[in-house]
């Protein structure tokens, strides 16, 4: 089998995964208490995360926030 085949759920199709990983991103986000960007930002000042780290993922959730129907 060709592995990036595989990489995007064998067959599965791009937007059966693509809602997939939204299902899972809102159940991860419900367990969450708090501020996500508060949070983040305490993962920062503490060291837990690095700055590079800090700005990929603000990056990411700024990328994604549309399809979730978060406003900035």
Sequence with gaps: ???LFN???GGQGLPSQAQNFV???RQFAQGMNGDPR????QMLN???V???QYNQAV???NQ???MMGIKK
Aim: glycine share 8%; proline share 8%.
């Design 64 to 66: 994604i926030a549309p």
């Design 38 to 41: 508060q949070q983040v930002q």
């Design 59 to 61: 990056s990411l959730a």
């Design 7 to 9: 990489a995007f759920g």
């Design 50 to 52: 690095s700055q590079a």
């Design 46 to 48: 503490s060291g837990k």
């Design 23 to 25: 299902k899972q991103f």
């Design 1 to 3: 089998m060709n592995p």
